[in-house]
Nanobody
């Protein structure tokens, strides 16, 4: 099975920035749709951002629009999540998820649409 691997989390103060990275254990991201999700303790997993495998269309949760940017570098086989102006409510474990090919728009924010998941990386925003 394909394993997604996230990195780049850490402890930061409000207003700081972090860049998360995601790579796949097999294959390349050129044909993958990739999503970022997050889960805080005691809360349900929620959609953060996604990028399509073909065309590079991006999608964002309303809570992160204007602050987070998802991108991909196919030469490095890596997907990034640039997080700026971080807030305490962004604190969560962030997961990268992948699915071969494109997803229809209505499914890009649904966790059940993704087949491959990583172990998660902790992001803590606290003063």
């Amino acid at each position: 099975q394909v394993q997604m691997v996230e990195s780049g989390g850490g402890l930061v103060q409000p207003g700081d920035s972090l860049r998360l990275s995601c790579a796949a254990s097999q294959g390349t991201f050129s044909s993958y749709s990739v999503g970022w999700f997050r889960q805080a303790p005691g809360k349900e997993r929620e959609f953060v951002a996604a990028i399509s495998g073909i065309g590079g269309s991006t999608f964002y949760a309303d809570s992160v629009k204007g602050r987070f940017t998802i991108s991909r570098d196919n030469a490095k086989n890596t997907v990034f999540l640039q997080m700026n102006s971080l807030k305490p409510e962004d604190t969560a474990v962030y997961y990268c998820a992948g699915r071969g090919g494109n997803l229809i728009v209505m499914m890009v924010s649904r966790s059940q649409a993704y087949e491959y998941w990583g172990q998660g990386t902790q992001v803590t925003v606290s003063s």
